[in-house]
RNA sequence: GGAUAGUUGGCAGAGUGGUCGAAUGCGGUAGUCUUGAAAACUACUGUACCGCAAGGUACCGGGGGUUCGAAUCCCUCACUGUCCGCCA
């Protein structure tokens, strides 16, 4: 949720930023200022009509004390009159402060001025390609069917548990998939996140908290009879955990990394893409999150790039890094990288890491704020980032490291699996 | 699921109709004293909105009501604690 001051101030910026988008801000604008303007002119009228009833209140006390009934009875038809019309007023102004975050609801985030224009993922900006392609032999097969083979996965018997999307791992792969986990947790402690494993449901203020409502409803699964939602990421509980804070400045930044199942609903998505690991409607993932000074957010935000980079680097993956463009970027970020990496059996680069700087837009919403000495609290920054989700990992992993003997464990991992080749 | 007690400022905790944005203690900030520190003492110390400012308004879990006036009375919802039951 952006900030009124700013749209106060900065409208044709905004204006200007946005169309990077493809986003027609200038009507949505206009529509919140008037709202605005229109909000504070009743406040202060219903301000003024309180000030004047608090004060016959006063005197309607103090005539009492003093024994002055009729003078009392007197002035009191005057508060009450008062009264109704305070209350027609203060209706006005609860409509008004809800039509103006409805309005404020349906605006995305000013995306950063180094973000590219474009339409969709294919307007996305390569920044950087590293690792080298593998090139398989000619019987190479895809994760699915190699999952089969070694019995690491097995999507039919998640089926017949719950439905499509939901993979049984056995064996091995469940082996894998724990240490896939710790590797990913180890290196976030130590690259200074704290752990922490928060809850797999959270309530409507969480998910509006961090923009999950009301913009994706329909995306998150939804437990009606306590109306708690399961996360579609642990960004939601972990930035969460800063909803209502104001923090010191000398504590910034705060750096929290935690492991959670993802749960997504996934609706409308068919085809090809959604073939084994691909997309799924629970997965696991560890996600890193930082609440930082506004002046040092993108300093963060390429250090998140940089570990979630290295983190590939000792997976021996080939990756890129993608600088998304208008179109793709997502309704709450400011400026976001796309971490990719190469599945050499499908020919395919595959989304395994989205690193965002969400500047004031989830702060806002959350009223997470930081103080600097005695002066006034201001917005904090949020980023967030997957280090990493696993499923499509797992994939480009048994496939590209498919040999005849077996698929081969990078050496990083090895003392988290307990074994060299899955065979 | 049943019973019962709660929800007040960063924390603890008073306050049962007017002078209460709210005692007191702790914590925090600044100062005095000290070579320095501690202790002691003194002052300050919630947030948001409107306003150039002076100032005004709102907030004592949420919503509604009674009243000239509500932290305080009434209704309602939510949440939390404790005990019992069930259970990993």
Redesign the pocket.
Same mark, same amino acid.
């Given at each position: 949720m952006l900030e +009124?001051s700013r749209i106060r101030e900065q409208k044709q910026d905004i204006i200007e930023r946005m169309k990077v988008r493809n986003f027609d801000a200038e009507t949505h604008l206009n529509n919140v200022i008037k709202l605005?303007e229109e909000r504070?002119n009743t &406040?202060?009228s +219903?301000? $003024?009509d +309180? %000030?004047e %009833? $608090? &004060? !016959? #209140? @006063?005197s309607?006390?103090q005539l009492? &004390?003093e024994g002055k009934q009729e003078e %009392?009875s007197a002035i @009191?038809a005057k #508060?009450?009159s008062l @009264?109704i019309s305070s &209350?027609e007023l203060k209706r006005k102004l !609860?409509e008004l402060q809800d039509a103006v975050r409805n309005e404020l609801y349906l605006i995305p985030n000013v995306p950063n001025a180094i973000v590219p224009s474009g339409n969709s993922d294919e307007d996305n900006e390569i920044i950087l390609e590293e690792g080298a392609i593998p090139t398989l032999a000619d019987n190479a097969i895809p994760h699915w069917e190699l999952a089969k083979t070694y019995k690491l996965i097995d999507f039919e018997l998640g089926v017949k548990i719950t439905g499509a999307g939901f993979p049984v791992y056995t064996g091995k792969g469940a082996r894998l998939q724990r240490a896939l986990i710790n590797f990913f947790i180890d290196e976030a402690v130590e690259a200074g996140f704290d752990e922490v494993i928060p809850p797999l449901l959270v309530n409507q203020a969480s998910a509006y908290g961090t923009g999950q409502l009301p913009d994706k409803e329909g995306q998150m699964y939804h437990c009606e009879v306590?109306d708690l939602y399961l996360i579609p990421t642990a960004e939601v509980p972990i930035t969460n955990i800063f909803r209502d804070l !104001?923090i010191n400045a000398s504590d910034l930044p705060l750096k929290k990394a935690g492991y959670t199942p993802c749960f997504r609903r996934e609706a409308g998505s068919y085809g090809s893409d959604v073939r084994g690991l691909n997309r799924l409607h629970q997965f696991d993932k560890v996600e890193i999150v930082q609440v930082a000074h506004p002046e040092k957010s993108y300093l963060m935000l390429n250090e998140m790039v940089e570990h979630v980079k290295n983190l590939l680097r000792k997976l021996e993956l080939p990756f890129r890094v993608a600088k998304l463009c208008g179109g793709d970027l997502g309704f709450t970020a400011a400026l976001t990288f796309d971490l990719e990496v190469y599945s050499a059996a499908q020919q395919k680069w595959l989304e395994v890491s989205s690193i965002s700087n969400f500047e004031s837009f989830q702060a806002n919403r959350l009223k997470l704020?930081f103080?600097e000495g $005695?002066e @006034?609290?201001q917005l904090a920054h949020t980023l967030n980032g997957s280090a990493l989700a696993l499923p499509r990992i797992v994939a480009a992993l048994l496939e590209n490291n498919q040999t005849p003997e077996g698929i081969v464990i990078p050496e990083a991992l090895r003392k988290y699996t307990g074994f060299d080749i899955i065979n």
């Open positions: +009124l605005d504070r &406040q202060t +219903l301000d $003024n +309180l %000030a %009833a $608090n &004060q !016959i #209140a @006063k309607v006390g009492f &004390q %009392a @009191k #508060a009450s @009264k &209350q !609860i306590d !104001i704020r103080r $005695n @006034k609290p």
